[in-house]
Each structure stands twice: as C-alpha cells, then as structure tokens.
C-alpha cells in the first residue's frame, strides 16, 4: 500500500516499474527502499519483547462492560434464530 501511494498509482509492477525518481533523477524501485533482513531484525529486537505481549494480552478475554454484557447461549451447537435475517441456518 505504502509503494503504491509513494508511486501514486496502482496500475504498475512493483517488481519491475519506478517509484518514482530521487533527486537526481534517478530511478527509484521498490528493491532500493525496502529494508534488509538484518534491519528488520535489529528493529524486531530493540523494540519487540515478551513483557509487550503479556501486558498486551493479559486481559484479552476479560472485555469492557459492553463486552461483557452480551448474552450468548451455551453448548457445542450454534443455537441458531429461526426469525433472524441476519445469520441463517444453510439449507443444506
């Protein structure tokens, strides 16, 4: 998405159509901007760990009052709403 806006047109091959142009005028593809492996990494391991995810994550299933308010039914089945327009049981 990002190559595409800096291109400012979605009607090209990012693997093989220009960017754009640097200031020199210059030719500028995807291949030249897109980050190495090495710097991905380096990013990865100076600001992702694990307390991030944990903190993150901790209260995934609790939800706010709104969340919790949300009566669902029980069991291994979907107890499906014969009247509703919205999900309905296949035919088949």
């Known amino acids: ?8 047109n979605v009607r090209m091959d990012l693997t093989t159509d220009p960017l754009g142009q640097d200031q020199q005028g210059k030719d500028v593809f995807l291949k030249d901007i897109w980050p190495t492996q090495e710097e991905v990494q380096n990013c990865v391991l100076s600001n ?7 903190d ?10 709104h969340w919790k308010s949300i009566t669902s039914s029980t069991g291994k089945n979907y107890q499906w709403d014969e009247a509703s327009t919205y999900v309905k049981h296949p035919p088949f």
């Open 1 to 8: 998405m990002v190559a595409y806006a800096l291109a400012g």
């Open 56 to 65: 993150s994550y901790a209260d995934v299933f609790e939800g706010d009052a």
């Open 48 to 54: 992702v760990d694990a307390k991030m995810f944990q």
